[in-house]
Nanobody, 115 residues
Framework: QVQLVESGGGLVQPGGSLRLSCAGSGITLSSNAIDWYRQGIGKQRELVASITSGGSTNYADSVKGRFAVSRDNAKNTAYLQMNSLKPEDTTVYYC?????????WGQGTQVTVSS
């Protein structure tokens, strides 16, 4: 059974940093593209960052230069390093992958940026 388990969210002051983790089980993350989305209540889901199986990365304009996506193949875990956080980054973050016609989502982790 494929599972993605996220961790690392929390409360941070503006300008601070957090690192989100997405641990995979039942699937090898390095063989798949991994996406990070965020979605607030009543808001549209936003693709924040992606990393391909080859290691290429892409970012939404809103986070470019502040966020970095990476992967540790030995730990079968993907990461989203978030720096220079802003209040508007506050929402729930999800990791996602698509494989063989199936979408897999993490449970979500809350990030709150507030003083």
């Amino acid at each position: 059974q494929v599972q993605l388990v996220e961790s690392g969210g929390g409360l941070v002051q503006p300008g601070g940093s957090l690192r989100l983790s997405c641990a995979g089980s039942g699937i090898t993350l390095s063989s798949n593209a991994i996406d990070w989305y965020r979605q607030g209540i009543g808001k549209q889901r936003e693709l924040v960052a992606s990393i391909t199986s080859g290691g290429s990365t892409n970012y939404a304009d809103s986070v470019k230069g502040r966020f970095a996506v990476s992967r540790d193949n030995a730990k079968n875990t993907a990461y989203l390093q978030m720096n220079s956080l802003k209040p508007e980054d506050t929402t729930v973050y999800y990791c996602h992958l698509w494989r063989r016609g199936n979408d897999y989502w993490g449970q979500g982790t809350q990030v709150t940026v507030s003083s």
